[in-house]
């Protein structure tokens, strides 16, 4: 067990799979310089020019080149430098490399990784901040995690790079030095939540960084005696763990739902539907969810940027409130 921040974890596992994995490389703007986060600091010094590719700012090309990359033997992670420029890369993340094995009628799929910085936090402003898992979780073929800590940042890059067919890779920017932990190196597999608090009162089911402030919260509450949580960390966005997310639901019968994403059409709004579907039966009140308004773009303002995203205190009320319904 050693102690990593969120980042380190990240550097480590694409160290690690690059000597474990010749024919993997990883591509982006300006990674041999270690990119603007240092997720790939000294990878170039140890692996060189050959398999540590830097890229033009086109995002598009870099998931293109990605996609012939794995066509021809090789094990592409690439970086998308901020996951609000992914847009110009949707052709070819939706368009093809989802598609891949569907349209071979399964002969054979495309292993790529596409890691995407997100989330706000960090006044980053409208083209640094954007939340876009929920539009690209609704593509089938494609699979999205979101890890919350750092053992899952690297257990999950592990699996995302071993996996046959692409993954996105969501990465918050606000956690990469803020969270800290001892890592032991092992692989999460995808598709599998975490059950990160057990409590009787209410479920509270979220991901990325806000499950840290939920599982904040729950501690206050608790220790205040006032209300007892559960709290599901989803790590996997697409596909849902189903499984986890019914019994975690059905635990308490009643079910808060938090995320940083715009509340309209997110990742919320699938879980809330699926508990509706397949566990209404068990609910003592309505779904509730919790989430960021439905705002063209994060404010750049800090005040304003503080009013829109979810906080403990944001998600303590909401969690009072459900715990009396």
Not at 259 to 283: C, K, P, Q, R, T
Not at 292 to 318: H, Q, T, W, Y
Request: some cysteine; charged content about 25%.
């Amino acid at each position: 067990m050693t102690e990593r921040t969120y980042i380190d974890a990240i550097h480590d596992a694409l160290l690690e799979e690059m000597e474990r994995r010749e024919t993997m490389v990883v591509l982006g703007e300006d990674i041999q310089e270690g990119g603007v986060f240092r997720a790939t600091d000294g990878l170039l010094e140890r692996f060189g020019p050959r398999r540590v590719l830097d890229t033009p700012l086109a995002e598009s090309s870099i998931v293109g080149v990605a996609i012939g990359l794995a066509q021809n033997g090789c094990l592409p992670v690439a970086e998308i430098q901020f996951a609000d420029f992914a847009y110009p890369a949707f052709n070819q993340l939706v368009s093809e490399a989802a598609k891949w094995r569907y349209r071979s009628n399964g002969t054979c799929g495309c292993a790529i990784v596409v890691r995407m910085p997100y989330g706000a936090g960090i006044r980053g402003a409208l083209y640094h901040s954007q939340s876009i898992e929920a539009l690209l979780a609704h593509v089938p073929g494609l699979k999205v995690v979101a890890p919350s800590t750092p053992a899952d940042a690297q257990g999950l890059l592990k699996a995302a790079i071993a996996d046959p067919d692409p993954v996105v890779y969501f990465e918050h920017k606000k956690a990469y030095r803020m969270l800290k932990e001892d890592v032991d190196g092992g692989v999460v597999r995808i598709g599998e939540a975490a059950l990160r608090r057990t409590g009787d009162d209410i479920t509270v089911i979220s991901y990325g960084l806000m499950a840290h402030e939920c599982l904040e919260a729950a501690g206050e509450l608790a220790e205040a005696g006032e209300v007892d949580a559960t709290v599901l960390d989803l790590r996997t966005l697409a596909p849902l763990d189903r499984t986890a997310i019914l019994a975690a639901a059905a635990r308490t019968g009643k079910v808060l739902i938090v995320h940083e994403d715009n509340i309209s059409g997110g990742i919320g709004a699938e879980v809330a539907a699926l508990i509706a579907e397949h566990a209404f039966d068990a609910l003592d009140a309505p779904v509730r969810r919790l989430a960021s308004p439905d705002v063209p773009a994060m404010p750049f303002n800090a005040g304003m940027e503080e009013f829109c995203l979810p906080s403990r205190a944001k998600i303590a009320g909401a969690m009072r409130e459900l715990a009396r319904y």
